[in-house]
T-cell receptor, first 112, second 113 residues
């Protein structure tokens, strides 16, 4: 039973445009969400997070939106750059700082 | 330099031959974790440790063991590897909780024949 779902395995975007990566979750106890980015042959690196008390968190070109009623979050990258090409994992933790549950990842390709 | 190191980076072995993948962090982190990444399945947690001598099962612990005798080290042990344990393994650490930024090692690609 997949608690964190990233339904798009891949996404292609032109350089300079907006990239929107989506993530849905089923566990209503999740209260903290994170995005990790992974380049080939490297370990994942933390990108941005959001607590359930917020509906938006912004860090430079990266913004995460949380819609609790829909159990949906999205990562917006504006403007997209070729260096953003990577696999992006959505992750969630439940109340009490439980271990992270990761989605399957979305491979983003930013085309110059 | 703050980092998580894993060894070996690549390993090809045969079914049943015990192996250990080491993980070490130099950030004095309390929380450490092992994940495996498989195509189409994303990252799945194998085991985690909240502190020295405190370990717990993740989502896919079968066939694995861990130990946390020192804060910096968190080895992953496969007592009798099987082909379904062929995977890419990542060790990670964070300050105290899983929701703190987790720093991942570079990965160990294991093939079990």
């Amino acid at each position: 039973d997949q608690q964190v779902k990233q339904n798009s395995p891949s996404l292609s975007v032109q350089e300079g445009r907006i990239s929107i990566l989506n993530c849905d979750y089923t566990n209503s106890m999740f209260d903290y969400f994170l995005w990790y980015k992974k380049y080939p042959a490297e370990g994942p690196t933390f990108l941005i997070s959001i607590s359930s008390i917020k509906d938006k968190n912004e860090d430079g070109r990266f913004t995460v939106f949380l819609n609790k009623s829909a159990k949906h979050l999205s990562l917006h990258i504006v403007p997209s750059q070729p260096g953003d090409s990577a696999v992006y994992f959505c992750a969630a933790s439940a109340v009490g700082n439980t271990p992270l549950v990761f989605g399957k990842g979305t491979r983003l390709s930013v085309i110059a | 330099e703050a980092q998580v190191t894993q060894n070996p980076r690549y390993l090809i072995t045969v079914t049943g031959k015990k192996l250990t993948v080491t993980c070490s962090q130099n950030m004095n982190h309390e929380y450490m974790s092992w994940y495996r990444q498989d195509p189409g399945l994303g990252l799945r947690q194998i085991y985690y440790s909240m502190n020295v001598e405190v370990t717990d099962k993740g989502d896919v612990p079968e066939g694995y063991k861990v130990s946390r005798k020192e804060k910096r080290n968190f080895p992953l042990i496969l007592e009798s590897p099987s082909p379904n344990q062929t995977s890419l393994y990542f060790c990670a650490s964070s300050h105290a909780n899983p929701t703190d930024t987790q720093y991942f090692g570079p990965g160990t690609r294991l093939t079990v024949l």
